[in-house]
């Protein structure tokens, strides 16, 4: 009976320290969306924006996709609108999703794009 006990205590203590490597890595900070010289022209607001980058875990263990990443979220959003040159006022949420068998880790950036009008 002790013997068993012993190892239900391991497993689930295996089962804990496992779950928290899925939920460890939180994208919620970025200091600046842009390097560079400084522009000539006066940026405007071209609009709102959303990057995405999402991660899905089989079994909560075993990565399908590239792992989330806030700088990938931040270049999709920048890609969003052609002439974008930085994004001002931006939000960075961090979602994770559990399913019956795989979670889903996503780093979201909401932004204004911020750039030089096209004539």
């Not at 875990?57 to 990938?72: A, H, K, N, R």
């Amino acid at each position: 009976m002790t013997k068993m006990i012993k190892i239900q205590a391991f497993v689930f203590m295996c089962f804990l320290i496992l779950t928290g490597c899925n939920i460890a890595n939180h994208g919620s900070f970025t200091s600046e969306t842009y390097h560079g010289v400084t522009q000539s022209e006066e940026l405007v607001e071209l609009g709102a924006v959303v990057g995405k980058s999402c991660q899905t875990q089989f079994l909560y263990l075993l990565p399908i996709d590239e792992g989330v990443s806030t700088l990938m979220a931040i270049e999709q959003a920048k890609q969003k609108i052609a002439g974008t040159v930085l994004l001002a006022d931006m939000i960075i949420d961090d979602t994770l999703a559990i399913e019956f068998g795989y979670s889903e880790q996503c780093i979201i950036v909401h932004a204004t794009a911020m750039g030089i009008l096209n004539r």
